[in-house]
């Protein structure tokens, strides 16, 4: 019921694994010849729930997306062969396990952040500057649901400001 998704599109999927293990979805649109991108909802699980119960919350409120279809973006946490995970055979991580879980579901996923490098504090602050500028053409126009992205927002507001030497 969500009214930026489009049941018929992919899902783009931001996940950030660990013990508070958030998920993002968004859809890309063109609105007035302009591109924008809408996220439009945010779900959490907290450890002892993990991949299994994230995937059940996606699948059910998902559940009449007639395209199945996810691009999970993650960083490299998500990318991480951890101890807990040797030999299980739905993965050795974070994103593995998500998706084997998510597929088991009937979702067909994409995992975009393979041998993710990286991505250091000034280099999430330029991206961001650039993206709510909303001065490029190449870049869509954010737009970030107050209702069903709380989660999001907060943890955009609570981020710490770093500064250096030079600003």
Known sequence: DL??????????????????????????????????????????????????????????????????????????????RKQAFFGNAKGDTDAKILRSELQALGWTVHLMSMDQRTIYHWQHYNLNSRLMAEREKRTPHLRICQNECEELISSMNMSPLKKTDNG
């Not at 998704?5 to 649109?29: I, K, R, T």
């Open 3 to 80: 009214k930026y998704c489009n049941a018929d599109m992919p899902l783009l999927m931001g996940l950030d694994p660990g013990n508070f293990m958030s998920a993002v979805f968004a859809q890309e649109h063109s609105e007035a010849g302009t591109p924008v991108m809408r996220v439009f909802k945010n779900m959490w699980v907290i450890t002892p729930d993990e991949h299994h119960a994230l995937a059940e919350k996606i699948n059910t409120f998902f559940g009449t997306h007639r395209r199945k279809v996810i691009y999970m973006y993650y960083d490299r946490a998500g990318n991480q």
